[in-house]
């Protein structure tokens, strides 16, 4: 027998006992600490930070709040939703963190590892016990979930695999398809009993879309309970929340309903066109803590010469997304996915010499995973032969994109921003994917290939028919302030930087608390209706 099969089913067997590997780990590994920097930091400091907090909490505590269920995992994760369970707890309300022990999505544990690090998520968290219910979704009976949920878990699965792999395309053998699927069954089955017989009133879960937070959102649905879910974006001191779809659909249609026909102030116009001006200048904007174009710009004829464009042939723009971004996941239309897209516009263009193809790679692909799939390489692989009229600007190049945007007939995008960024500067724009800004009223939205290709024989014969109106950019910067500025709710805390935020006191949680700005967003997060939601929507 090999020796790693024989340690695994020693550990298998062994994990059937929680007591031993509770033990174990206290007095073999002396309370080891078995997770990442965000877990150490949590033991840290929560205790004092539950310390400061319960001064705040009325007599009445729990008694005027609601029944709140916060689903967490990873340590990341896990530090940022201790904290918010915390702040909820301190509003009032009944909350219990539901902690799923994974350190990562990732890695294949034993149960008896599982079991160890379940006993020292337990042992940092609890101090957090003095206002919060803590329950670990390990220690929870599994139940039986009804059939029809299987298909979304199975699109879960998917989207779990491309997320992790950063590729659309993931073969069937693939080991971490047997993780991701054991994992994802385990979590609803005990998901499905325990929000069975708990029924809380608002179920919050970060992301919705991937991992076992878009498990609990479909499990959540399906039983009819209010999910909200939340995410980060580049903006600080704010966040993503969304009362119905999963926060990363980026599902704006109530909001744009609202903001539609409601011109922008003379300093709400400033201050957007300030932003977009920070953005494709290279600089970081008003809320920004990300900057995607790090080299300023050098001018459009430079770049020009620099790349051997001809001014006077048609140029289109192609700026896919980075893949694996959670933005992009089952954001298809009409196509297969990003990939297909890329390569058959490919074909497209090298049917039509007379005009020229520059495909930007995002920026943000520096940052790719060694194992993912680089748009630059998804073009590489399907370049046609002898294809003269293609560009190929690499995520690296030492380019501001912003400098092809006046060279540019149109733009080709699926779901990336900058395609809303070129309509501002009066490029007509093709979004081919699910873009929250499709459909919005200044870009083209085909529905199948036909229209696609119509639209982009359109764009090579009239190209000034198909370009947006004067009404339809100044649709276009109304709906870039709604997005930028109305859609995100003000929060004190950032996932990515949390750490480093909560050295500031005015960042601890006790001083959070006091602060009136963000009691609106407290409240939303509970199903308080956002402030653009209708009658209609507002029941989530």
């Known amino acids: 027998m090999a020796k790693g099969t024989w340690k695994a089913r020693v550990l298998h067997f ?22 990442k920097e965000s877990a150490q930091f949590l033991a840290a400091h929560l205790a004092e930070w539950v310390e ?16 709140v269920v916060l689903f967490t995992l990873h340590d990341r994760w896990m530090l940022h939703n201790s904290l918010l369970a915390l702040a909820l707890a301190g509003r009032g309300h009944r909350v219990t963190l539901l902690f799923w022990p994974y350190r990562d999505w990732f890695t294949p544990i034993s149960d008896y590892a599982l079991w160890q690090r379940e006993a020292y998520l337990r042992h940092i968290l609890r101090p957090l016990a003095r206002i919060v219910e803590v329950r670990s979704l390990l220690r929870e009976p599994p139940g039986t979930y009804p059939p029809d949920l299987e298909p979304a878990l199975e699109e879960v699965d998917a989207f779990d695999m491309q997320y992790a792999l950063q590729r659309e395309e993931v073969a069937e053998d693939h080991p ?64 993503w929340l969304s009362q119905q779809d999963p926060v990363m659909r980026l599902n704006v249609e109530d909001l744009w309903a609202r903001y539609r026909h409601q011109p922008l102030t003379p300093e709400e116009a400033a201050r957007i066109r300030r932003a977009m001006e920070d953005r494709w200048q290279g600089r970081i904007w008003e809320r920004s803590q990300r900057q995607w174009q790090e080299v300023p710009p050098q001018g459009s004829l430079e770049v020009a010469r620099k790349l051997g464009l001809d001014p006077e042939r048609p140029l289109f723009l192609l700026a896919p997304n980075v893949f694996g971004d959670s933005v992009v996941l089952g954001a298809q239309v009409f ?104 459909g919005k009223g200044f870009t083209l939205d085909p529905t199948t290939w036909e229209e696609y290709w ?19 950019q100044e649709l276009a910067w109304r709906f870039a302030y709604t997005f930028f500025y109305r859609f995100p709710r003000p929060y004190p805390w950032n996932l990515l930087i949390l750490p480093q935020l909560l050295q500031r006191p005015e960042r601890r949680p006790a001083q959070v608390l006091r602060n009136p700005l963000y009691f609106p967003t407290w409240d939303q997060l509970v199903g308080e209706p956002l402030p653009w939601r209708t009658p209609e929507t507002a029941s989530v």
């Open 14 to 35: 062994l994990g059937q006992y929680p007591r031993l590997a509770e033990w174990d780990w206290k007095w073999r590994l002396r309370k080891a600490p078995l997770g």
């Open 52 to 67: 400061e907090t319960l001064p705040l909490v009325e007599p009445s505590f729990g008694e005027k709040g609601k029944e």
């Open 176 to 239: 971490l398809w047997r993780v991701r699927r054991a994992r994802n069954r385990d979590a609803a089955r005990r998901l499905w009993r325990f929000l069975t017989q708990r029924r809380p009133q608002a179920l919050l879960v970060p992301n919705g879309l991937i991992l076992e937070f878009g498990v609990a959102y479909h499990v959540g649905r399906r039983l009819g309970l209010p999910v909200m879910t939340f995410e980060f974006d580049e903006q600080k001191d704010h966040m």
């Open 335 to 438: 196509t297969r996915g990003l990939t297909d897209w890329v390569k058959r516009t490919l074909d497209f263009f090298a049917r039509h010499p007379e005009a020229q193809l520059v495909i930007r790679v995002h920026p943000g692909e520096k940052l790719l995973d060694p194992q993912g799939l680089s748009m630059a390489q998804v073009v590489r692989d399907a370049w046609p032969p002898g294809a003269k009229n293609i560009v190929l600007i690499p995520a690296d190049a030492p380019i501001n994109t912003f400098d092809l945007v006046p060279l540019a007939t149109a733009g080709l995008v699926y779901t990336s921003t900058i395609g809303m960024e070129m309509v501002l500067q009066g490029v007509p724009v093709v979004v081919a994917g699910r873009a929250y800004y499709r």
């Open 454 to 472: 119509d639209l982009l024989h359109g764009l090579l014969t009239r190209p000034q028919e198909l370009a947006p109106t004067p009404e339809q």
